[in-house]
């Protein structure tokens, strides 16, 4: 089985083995899939609306359960903070 990701970055560079070291490619590919850059403004809301999610489930009102977890879901949408890169142009608007 191969772990490795090969994937091409926005200038055209492709990261392998070769470029990196094996644990720092592991790193960036699962940073990548997993790490989604959230605005701490938004945790409250995320983490409220998962445990209203859960404890509805525990209570069987499952759909109760899926409106909060939806709402959650949304506020994580909403506050997600990606990382932004101007342009290099200086007349790009």
Not at 23 to 41: D, H, N, Q, S
Not at 43 to 59: E, K
Not at 72 to 77: E, H, I, L, P
């Amino acid at each position: 089985m191969n772990n490795k990701c090969h994937h091409r970055h926005q200038d055209g560079s492709k990261t392998n083995s070769k470029n990196k070291s094996e644990a720092t490619i592991g790193a960036t590919c699962l940073r990548m899939v997993t790490a989604v850059p959230l605005a701490r403004e938004g945790y409250p809301f995320i983490f409220i609306g998962l445990g209203l999610g859960y404890l509805s489930a525990l209570a069987g009102w499952s759909y109760l359960a899926v409106f909060w977890l939806l709402i959650s879901g949304f506020c994580g949408w909403f506050f997600r903070d990606p990382e932004r890169h101007s342009p290099a142009d200086p007349a790009a608007v």
